[in-house]
């Protein structure tokens, strides 16, 4: 035993020579390269997109973002965003459960399904939209046949958002209930719980954290979505904009500082939403500490 003992302190040593093996001079050079990325692409125009909605002062700013078309994109956004997003939520924590609670046949084209919006354009799945709920689409008729009106007003909208959005929840959710595994949910369910208690006590407490960041990460592609909402929503002017589809409209006609006020408003939920995700990665993160030191 005692000629076994320093086996057992060979690998951190050699593991933490192996992660200070880089040079310093190398290790600075990444950092800086890293750093001057990010500076370059992601706060540089940020910065640019605040300085130009204040350009021409606080009044032209205010005014820009409380315009009625304006104030009807900002709803509307809102609207869709709290129309797809709970819809998501529900369907991301069924298809997580499905997928890792249960073996059945077609688990894998589920999988794939959920997959699909991230590799089509969102163009072509605001296009199939079109092509069934359109005047001239397979449902069409129907539809004007009983006054139910979808493409270029609010439903297709949301049709077209809660199709791009479709993955982001069971994304997150699916690995993470993977690593859980099913011995919490057998133990309940052995000790007499219902199916939806066992959920309700065991599953949801689990998962909580991954449920929130796959929402917020739902969220903020909602409100930011444009190529499937711009082919279904018709560009309708305090009716069917919203807000990415209002900039643009904005910007073409050469309003460039009330463009960027309303750009700069969007920012500031992406900012929101980074300063959300940052959160819910540290509780993450920290909920796991208590285990980790069990061991």
Not at 61 to 74: G, T
């Amino acid at each position: 035993m005692a000629g076994n003992v320093p086996l057992q302190f060979t690998n951190p040593p050699l593991q933490t020579t192996a992660s200070n093996s880089e040079p310093r001079l190398v290790r600075w050079i990444l950092i800086t390269l890293a750093l001057a990325f990010l500076g370059l692409f992601l706060v540089l125009p940020l910065v640019a997109i605040f300085i130009k909605a204040f350009d021409k002062g606080i009044a032209v700013f205010l005014e820009a973002i409380s315009n009625p078309d304006a104030l009807s994109a900002i709803k509307l956004t809102l609207i869709i965003t709290l129309i797809t997003v709970p819809l998501n939520a529900i369907f991301g924590i069924a298809a997580a459960w499905a997928v890792t609670k249960f073996n059945f046949k077609g688990k894998s084209l589920l999988i794939t399904i959920i997959d699909l919006p991230f590799a089509i354009s969102p163009v072509i799945a605001g296009l199939v939209f079109v092509l069934l709920f359109s005047a001239h689409g397979l449902f069409g008729q129907w539809l004007i046949d009983h006054n139910v009106k979808i493409i270029f007003a609010v439903p297709g909208i949301a049709l077209a958002t809660l199709l791009v959005t479709l993955p982001f929840v069971a994304r997150e959710l699916i690995p993470l209930m993977q690593t859980q595994g099913t011995a919490d949910e057998e133990a309940s369910l052995t000790l007499g719980a219902s199916g939806w208690k066992t959920f309700l006590l065991v599953t949801l407490p689990n998962i909580k954290w991954g449920l929130l960041y796959g929402i917020i990460l739902c969220s903020a592609r909602a409100i930011g979505e444009f190529g499937a909402v711009s082919v279904v929503s018709g560009h309708i002017r305090g009716m069917t904009n919203t807000m990415p589809l209002h900039i643009e409209i904005l910007y073409n006609e050469y309003q460039f500082s009330a463009a960027f006020a309303v750009a700069s408003l969007m920012s500031l939920f992406a900012i929101i939403t980074l300063v959300i995700k940052n959160i819910i990665e540290w509780k993450t993160k920290k909920s796991f500490e208590p285990e980790e030191g069990a061991h």
